[in-house]
């Protein structure tokens, strides 16, 4: 039988372990009681006390007042919130409140949109009875900050924005200093938001019920005549935003709370960086080269030029000269189109997408070992988890919401192993760092397997029920040449030992990975022993387990879910297989090519050749992403036809025949699926600026002039074709989608799945697969006349090529790329912090400003690829993934020397040094 407790002498239902508050506000609504204190997504604290209602417990009828935030319900509670007593304990609490606190409500920044100002009128203050009391915080405000502003003398002293940084973010930045009357809100050492270690992600802005603490657009969104909710463009987690907008303007940007990805909280990407959306440099037009210079034309004179060029080139060449790279960047809805024109319209499986430089690896090899390349959990799972390892990944940068939840969870006390070369910012509060040298994870990986095996450490009922080639494995894996490995990765092998017991002895232990693990020449062999490490411990199939990579833009799941790859169609089909040839043949009613595809380096390289003549490239600055640029560039300038589909004159825009001005994110809808499988819709918060289109309309416009007749862009539409080809979307509709998506596989009556393989793989049972470790060839090659390995990583406040954030108050943060290397190699060399220093590879050479820190062992450097004035990818090389043609950005022999200072600049000041 349910319990039950009172409400104003009504009965209710209470749930185990609820506070009053809210008990009261599930059954009576969310603003019943007035709070001041309380955020959903914060822990309760009462310091306020104006959620203060009177209880009397069973078996004593006398009333007694208390704090609903972190009082318990119980069962037959009589809880009383409006009584006499009750309303002139909340007024009195807010007089008081008010006598210290600047009553400048029409000029407040916060005006309208105050939480202080709302619980007033709500209980009733018309005139304070209390005489005006001294301003003791009359302190001017902080403006140092790019976003970031501070007026402490509207503090209440209510704790929420140190609770945000501490409970939310884990970045323990604010904190309160003095005691009584003279405790005051500080950052870091009583220093300005700017000089302090503040990551920007603005929680303490949007919990603070007053203007102490705001950004810079949160005063104008009490303007806002509509508030639309989306998901962010930025990264894999897929948060959802809250768009405050005017007419066609975004004003400002928050996390709603009830976000199941999210939480109510989101990264300085996601809340801050919006600005480049109507940026002056934003394409508006079309444009054609023409005498060698783009010059501005109509929609229709641009897709006449292309269809016209086109078809010349498949009536000369055939449809195999042709292909297309779609973007990550852009909807499942129009992935699916992309990969849809190139197979049906233009009749060629050439069609890849940026996965290919990313998690290729990823999907080959845990489709190799679970028969789905895809995160078996979700990031919820972390508060079921046991052991959290991390290979490969630097998510508190990257992945920052799911790095924010995972120190949380670590802070907690749950062991955390890292296998990464940089001393990244969870590796600093790792149990166990394993700081390998770059391009070593399988040496690592088989020794972890190893002392697992040795150990006795295995789970041996789930390895007999649910894995197949376990005796060969075991052979293979305890024969392994402990001593050669150790020598090669650099980790004492007694390390790695200590981090291996750990996660084989957890009851539950979940494992991370990201483009540390993918974009080596051993990437997909990497990604299979992780899925070994998973299987032969039994952590598969339940919660708090699982082998989850982290993905690094926020739709690559979706783009490869939607057939974005030569050798397979939607829903991961195999294209060489007659009868999914044939099935596609009866979905469509028409033939899918038979020849195998190319991928995105064979493109390149058959360019060059002189044997692929057009390529179609959707949201892809390939020119500074794609590794060995110089041989991007001598790809792309050997074409006969170069269509480009971007927001800005990108570097590869230098290149194109026909640009396309594109929509953001901002400006269409459609659906994201995030690193967890969950689709999620995209909702269009304004209208596409004037003379650009969505990226899925301008498809649909030259199919419809290439013969091949498709209604408007329509992501409600397409879903319900996507769903009709592509199992695991069954039962995904726009409608069924509600707020928070649903995660992959749904079924027809719309039950999605949190979980993968509980019961067993896609595959049957898993499979174990063994790989020997292998020097890369850059090193191989390259290793005596280039000592040092330069590894490639992104940084916090920039996304890949920076050309969104670049073009916001983030380049204020962090305006350029710089080289971290090691002390030690810094004074052998005579460079010092803020000197110019030039890097060579094989392959070119770059000049770059020196950032000497312990973040990387001797004979390591590290850096980004924000910046195209720096240009680190002349310096990458034409390695890949031995399978899945991932590029090797992770291990480039270099050379480094000394430039010059900086003359008349002071040395670089990094204070938060975030980085994958």
């Known amino acids: 039988m349910n319990q039950i407790a009172y409400i104003n002498d009504k009965a209710f239902e209470i749930k185990s372990g609820e506070t009053i508050l809210a008990f009261v506000r599930r059954h009576l609504g969310q603003d019943y009681v007035p709070t001041l204190c309380d955020a959903p997504n914060l822990?309760?604290?009462?310091?306020c006390r104006v959620c203060s209602v009177e209880v009397a417990r069973p078996g004593n009828g006398a009333l007694k007042t208390v704090a609903s935030c972190h009082t318990p319900v119980e069962e037959n509670l009589q809880v009383y919130t409006d009584t006499e007593a009750i309303q002139r304990l909340r007024k009195n609490i807010i007089e008081l409140v008010l006598t210290d606190h600047p009553l400048d409500c029409l000029t407040c920044a916060a005006n309208g949109d105050c939480e202080l100002q709302e619980v007033a009128a709500k209980v009733g203050i018309r005139k304070v009875r209390y005489p005006e009391g001294k301003n003791h915080l009359a302190v001017l405000p902080d403006e140092s900050h790019a976003y970031m502003r501070t007026d402490l003398s509207k503090c209440i002293n209510c704790s929420?924005?140190?609770?945000?940084?501490?409970?939310?973010?884990?970045?323990?930045?604010?904190?309160?200093?003095?005691?009584?009357?003279?405790?005051?809100?500080?950052?870091?050492?009583?220093?300005?938001?700017?000089?302090?270690?503040?990551?920007?992600?603005?929680?303490?802005?949007q919990v603070c019920p007053t203007?102490?603490?705001?950004?810079?657009?949160?005063?104008?969104?009490?303007?806002?005549?509509?508030?639309?909710?989306?998901?962010?463009?930025?990264?894999?987690?897929?948060?959802?935003?809250?768009?405050?907008?005017?007419?066609?303007?975004i004003l400002s940007i928050s996390a709603p709370y009830d976000a199941e990805v999210n939480k109510g909280h989101t990264c300085l990407k996601g809340r801050y960086a919006f600005r480049f959306y109507n940026h002056p440099d934003r394409l508006r037009s079309p444009m054609i080269r023409k005498n060698g210079k783009l010059e501005e034309v109509s929609w229709d004179e641009a897709y006449d030029y292309i269809v016209t060029k086109l078809n010349k080139i498949k009536a000369e060449y055939g449809p195999?000269?042709?292909?297309?790279?779609?973007?990550?960047?852009?909807?499942?809805?129009?992935?699916y189109l992309m990969q849809k024109f190139i197979r049906l319209v233009v009749g060629t499986n050439n069609i890849d997408g940026c996965a290919r430089v990313c998690h290729s690896p990823t999907a080959l090899g845990m489709q190799r070992t679970f028969g789905t390349g895809a995160a078996t959990n979700s990031v919820e799972d972390l508060k079921y988890t046991d052991c959290i390892m991390i290979i490969g990944a630097n998510p508190t940068a990257a992945h920052p919401v799911t790095g924010a939840k995972m120190k949380q969870q670590i802070m907690k006390g749950?062991?955390?192993?890292?296998?990464?070369?940089?001393?990244?910012?969870?590796a600093k509060m790792a149990h166990h760092h394993i700081q390998l040298r770059p391009g070593t994870n399988v040496a690592v990986l088989n020794m972890m397997?190893?002392?697992?095996?040795?150990?006795?450490?295995?789970?041996?009922?789930?390895?007999?029920?649910?894995?197949?080639?376990?005796?060969?494995?075991?052979?293979?894996?305890?024969n392994i040449d402990i001593a050669h490995l150790e020598r090669e990765s650099g980790v004492d092998r007694n390390q790695v030992r200590a981090a291996a017991i750990a996660y084989a002895s957890a009851p539950n232990a979940m494992s991370f990975?990201?483009?540390?693990?993918?974009?080596?020449y051993q990437g997909t062999y990497a990604v299979m022993l992780i899925a070994d490490l998973a299987m032969i411990t039994g952590n598969i199939g339940r919660r708090g387990v699982g082998v989850n990579p982290l993905r690094g833009q926020n739709n690559v799941q979706g783009m490869a879910d939607m057939g974005v790859q030569p050798h397979q169609g939607p829903g991961y089909f195999d294209m060489h297989n007659e009868e999914y040839r044939n099935m596609y043949h009866d979905f469509y009613g028409m033939s899918m090519p038979e020849r195998p595809g190319m991928k995105v380096p064979d493109m390149f390289q058959a360019a060059r050749d002189g044997k692929f003549k057009a390529l179609w490239i959707m949201g892809e600055d390939v020119v500074q992403t794609e590794p060995n640029t110089h041989n991007v560039r001598k790809a792309l300038g050997a074409l006969d036809l170069f269509i480009l589909q971007e927001l800005f004159l990108s570097e590869t825009a230098n290149f194109a025949d026909v640009v396309l001005p594109a929509a953001s994110f901002f400006e269409k809808s459609g659906t994201f699926t995030n690193g967890e499988r969950r689709v999620q819709r995209v909702n269009r918060v304004i209208e596409p600026l004037p003379g650009t289109k969505p990226d899925g309309q301008i498809i649909i416009d030259v199919m419809n002039r290439m013969g091949f007749p498709q209604p408007d862009y329509n992501p409600v539409t397409l879903l319900e074709e996507i769903a009709g080809i592509v199992p695991f979307f069954k039962g995904i509709r726009w409608d069924r989608l509600g707020e928070n998506g649903l995660q992959w596989p749904v079924a027809e009556d719309g039950t999605d799945t949190e979980i993968l393989h509980t019961e067993s793989f896609k595959i049957g049972k898993g499979r174990l697969y063994f790989a020997d470790y292998e020097e890369s060839i850059e090193i191989q090659a390259n290793g005596d006349a280039f000592p040092f390995i330069l590894t490639t990583n992104r940084e916090l406040e920039h996304y890949n090529c920076g050309s969104m954030t670049r073009r916001t108050n983030n380049d204020l943060i962090r305006n350029e790329d710089f080289l971290y290397m090691h002390p030690e190699d810094a004074a052998e060399k005579g460079i010092r912090d803020g000197d110019k220093v030039k890097v060579t590879s094989p392959r070119g050479n770059i000049t770059i400003r020196a950032k000497v820190s312990d973040l990387v062992k001797p004979g390591i450097l590290s850096s980004t690829f924000h910046y195209p004035e720096i240009s680190m990818n002349d310096l990458t090389s034409a390695v890949y993934d031995s399978q899945a043609k991932c590029p090797e950005y992770k291990v480039v022999a270099v050379d480094v020397v000394k430039v010059s200072a900086m003359a008349g600049e002071p040395a670089y000041h990094d204070p938060n040094q975030h980085g994958v």
Request: aromatic share 8%; net charge negative; charged share 25%.
């Open 43 to 47: 822990e309760p604290f009462g310091a």
């Open 449 to 478: 397997l190893h002392y697992i095996l040795k150990e006795g450490l295995e789970d041996k009922a789930f390895i007999d029920a649910r894995v197949d080639g376990y005796e060969e494995f075991r052979e293979q894996i305890l």
């Open 513 to 520: 990975h990201g483009l540390g693990v993918t974009e080596h």
């Open 211 to 249: 203007a102490a603490i705001t950004d810079i657009y949160q005063a104008s969104a009490k303007n806002a005549t509509e508030k639309v909710r989306t998901v962010c463009t930025y990264c894999g987690v897929g948060c959802n935003l809250e768009v405050s907008k005017h007419g066609n303007s």
């Open 414 to 426: 749950k062991t955390l192993i890292v296998l990464d070369p940089r001393r990244t910012d969870l």
């Open 160 to 205: 929420k924005c140190v609770r945000a940084c501490d409970e939310i973010q884990g970045e323990f930045v604010l904190s309160m200093a003095g005691r009584g009357f003279e405790s005051h809100i500080i950052k870091g050492f009583d220093t300005t938001f700017s000089d302090s270690y503040c990551v920007s992600c603005g929680a303490c802005a």
């Open 320 to 335: 195999d000269a042709i292909g297309g790279i779609s973007s990550s960047r852009c909807t499942n809805e129009e992935n």
